[in-house]
């Protein structure tokens, strides 16, 4: 399945199916130079980057390898700077490519490393995680955390192609493809209700594996991604619903240091908040918030909110959030299966009620 | 003097005159929100910064400060990661303005800044060093040193305005005037045979910090650059002109670890140098190369070129410059007064004997 992302001088394809990543015909497609660095981490990288290296060089593409530490805690100025002297290191020049091989802490890396390598390079995403296949991998968002806050330090810089192999998800821990499934329900809230219905109806199969059922996930997640983004690239609008659930999910990560859980449990369990608050803001009926929760409470994630936070710390941190404007809190609600939109008119009394539910 | 560089969805205004910073007139044409930070260094930022800040509280614009040791070792990832932590610190969110107060090392860091923080907000140049004014401060290109080479790290990221107060001129070294008339004088050579001789006639006036004859020179020069990143944003052609010497100066400042040119002393000394090898390489009469070379020597340069250098390490050198292209070296030279271009095909064998004649 192929698909374009509409973003004019800036526009690039999404390559979506099983064992693309081993396909030449998959890189004849894609833009790539004479060399390349595919930066991945020590999970993912042992399992793919030699097939993906091999693939290339048959391409008479000469590659190199960064591996990094997998997990968030990599996603710092250190690990960038460290693709940065390697690049130097091996003279890289501005005709290379680098690949992101992995999942979103290696893509937002090696994508901000892409928009700051001699002033821009070429990057292609290749995702192998849902939660990278269906949100991060999608969009130009690149970047680190800095110790303040999550994704302080970026770029907006789109990627030449995407190719999302849905081999790479059979190896994935089911926290793993929870934490993507996640991101794959709030494409149904806020955008799309035939898709919510959809998910409720496979959901068991998704949570097994099903490639089929999954590729019809990938597919129609990116097509919503796609649209979002190639209407408001840098999100001065209609992008901002994809934060659904997600001023909540940052502040549970900031919070518990990004230890407890991993962005896709915290969005799932900040979806719920942000239901409860489209009820308590008149937005949303209580059956449509139960319906939201009953799906959610299906990917067992809920029990892990994290323990002892307080309202007060909650409420300091989304004074830190990107997305606050101003001193302004900005929430994304929803008012129905398919639809989202951005409120800047909740009280603090309000969310203090709806957080009171939870902590 | 009001000039428009015109890149679309990008395009800016540069204001140029006497005593701009100081007119809050200047101010309602920038586009500015309620919070700025403004970036200097510890040799500008006494001289102007209370100024400005002045001028933009009257404006309702409550500004921060920012301030960095002067020079070039001041372009580090180190200085880049401070401004940040002040930016996190201060809570600055998208609406910010970082506001570059300074000459080219100010603004390559404050545009760098802008276009991470958050993944990107607006910022404005407003360049105090004639350098800055006719080159720096115009067309997007930001960023830091690394270790193995200049500019290695940054981004193209545009203004969204550019203020250039002559009288800021006032203070200026001589050093830093003759090191910004080097970059005027290459205006003339790669792109207007007419700006040359007027800055053949004027050059003593200009070096006396004449300030109606260096309005008249930083506006042409702006335009020519304008002229010229507008073509070609991200220098994948036309731009490329604008380094005509730089891939000379840039070894020389490399060798040399920045301490004994400053930037546009390198630049004079490259042209000089890319004039020679336009001679060598058939394109250039050898009596326009003279002329180069007397406007050049009227500055007083070229007895700063360092002594000890070896040819084999100038080579070296062009190897890890940003414009070689799969280890091609990529020479910018002229074909006459007015007229620059490209070429990939200078041999070793002539670029060593262009060099022997220098070093």
Redesign the interface.
């Known amino acids: 399945m192929r698909l374009q992302v509409a973003l004019g001088e800036r526009a690039y394809e999404i390559l979506i199916g099983e064992g693309m990543m081993a396909v030449e015909s998959t890189w004849h497609s894609m833009p790539i ?3 390349a660095m595919v930066v991945t981490d020590n999970h993912v990288g042992p399992l793919y980057a030699d097939r993906l290296r091999d693939t290339l060089a048959a391409l008479g593409v000469q590659t190199a390898v960064h591996q990094l530490a997998a997990g968030e805690q990599s996603k710092t ?1 250190a690990s960038w ?1 460290a693709i ?2 390697q ?3 091996e ?1 890289h ?3 290379t490519t680098l690949i992101a091989l992995g999942g979103g802490v290696v893509g937002d890396l090696a994508g901000f490393a892409a ?6 390079v070429r990057y292609l995403q290749v995702p192998t995680t849902l939660l990278a296949q269906v949100d991060s991998s999608v969009g130009g ?3 680190v955390n ?4 999550k ?6 810089y789109q990627p030449s192609g995407v190719v999302a192999d849905l081999d790479t998800l059979s190896t994935l821990p089911t926290r793993e493809l929870v934490a993507g499934l996640a991101e794959v329900i709030k494409y149904g809230i806020i955008r799309d209700a035939k898709f919510f219905e959809f998910i409720e109806q496979q959901l068991d199969a998704l949570l097994a594996g099903d490639t089929e059922q999954l590729g019809r996930a990938v597919v129609r997640a990116c097509e919503i991604k796609a649209e979002v983004v190639a209407a408001d690239e ?1 999100e001065s609008g209609l992008r901002e619903i994809l934060n659904f659930g997600h001023t909540f999910a940052h502040a549970l990560e900031t919070l518990t240091e990004y230890a407890e859980l991993n962005h896709g449990e915290a969005v799932a369990i900040g979806m719920v908040m942000a239901a409860e608050l489209s009820v308590a803001e008149g937005w949303l009926a209580a059956s449509v918030r139960d319906r939201i929760m009953r799906l959610i409470q299906r990917l067992l994630v809920l029990e892990r909110l994290p323990k002892g936070l307080s309202i007060d710390e909650m409420i300091e941190a989304f ?2 959030d ?5 001193g302004r809190l900005r929430f994304v609600l929803t008012r129905g299966l398919g639809h989202a939109e951005t409120s800047e008119a909740v009280s603090q009394e309000r969310l203090r009620k709806v957080l009171e539910r939870f902590l």
């Open positions: 130079g004479e060399t100025l700077a940065m002297d690049l130097a290191e003279r020049d501005r005709t928009a700051t390598w001699l002033r821009g968002k690149t970047g800095h110790a303040l806050g994704n302080l330090i970026g770029a907006f840098r004074q830190s990107k997305k606050t404007r101003a």
